[in-house]
């Protein structure tokens, strides 16, 4: 009887500690629009959220709200291709002129680094920021995709205290973001 109470302790000792690595926020989990095609993994624990215009979705930590992931979709003639565009640098900058014409004018957005990665024969552009906003410095990690006449941008972002805290999160879910 001692040992069946023993085992059963030691059991619902290792599902708590389990339970508390999957909803911790140390783990991701899936999202998918079907209907428009695209599908990402965002940190256990965040929220999706309404917002007015711009974004399709757009997910943030319940702590702390400034932390989120979101897509963003634009028209692009039918016929163009990312590389259409230009290369991952030419884009990123023209995201990077984006973000300060709607930040406003005391903004400062840098882009660190872009790379172009395939996945499923569909290219990827894959961007790195560090933006300079009135409400302080954020980083900033984008994935970014041509597909059917659509631009799409999934963006992850967070104050740049938090960075070397999430920055592994943020990258994973990034590079899980993809269109179908």
Same mark, same amino acid.
């Given at each position: ?14 599902a !708590?500690?389990?339970q508390?690595? @999957?909803g911790? /926020?140390t783990g991701?989990?899936?999202?998918? %629009?079907? #209907? ?7 940190p ?5 959220? *309404? @917002?007015s /215009? ?9 702590i +702390? ?6 897509? @963003?979709?634009? &028209?692009?003639?039918e016929? *163009?291709t !990312?590389?259409d565009?230009?290369?991952?640098t030419?884009?990123?900058? $023209?995201l990077? $002129?984006s973000i300060? =014409?709607?930040?406003g004018?005391?903004?400062? @957005?840098? !882009? !660190?680094?872009?790379?172009?990665? *395939?996945?499923? &024969?569909? %290219? #990827? #552009?894959?961007l ?11 980083? %900033?990690?984008a =994935?970014v995709v041509v597909?059917? /006449?659509?631009?799409?941008?999934? +963006? ?10 999430? $920055?592994?999160?943020m990258?994973?879910s990034v590079? =899980?973001?993809s269109? #179908?």
């Open positions: 009887m001692l040992k069946r109470i023993a085992a059963l302790l030691c059991f619902a000792v290792a !708590l500690a389990l508390g690595c @999957v911790g /926020g991701l989990q899936s999202y998918s %629009n079907s #209907y428009v095609g695209y599908q990402f993994l965002y256990t624990g965040w929220t999706e959220v *309404k @917002v /215009g711009g974004a399709d979705v757009v997910f943030h930590d319940i +702390n709200e400034t932390e989120n992931v979101s897509v @963003v979709i634009s &028209d692009v003639p016929d *163009k !990312l590389e565009l230009g290369t991952p030419e884009v990123g900058y $023209k990077s $002129k300060t =014409s709607m930040a004018d005391d903004t400062n @957005v840098e !882009l !660190l680094s872009a790379q172009s990665i *395939k996945k499923e &024969d569909q %290219n #990827y #552009y894959i790195e920021y560090m933006a300079d906003l009135p409400s302080g410095i954020r980083h %900033n990690f =994935s597909r059917r /006449g659509e631009l799409f941008t999934f +963006n992850a972002s967070t104050r740049d205290d938090r960075w070397d805290d999430v $920055k592994n999160l990258k994973q590079a =899980s973001f269109v #179908y």
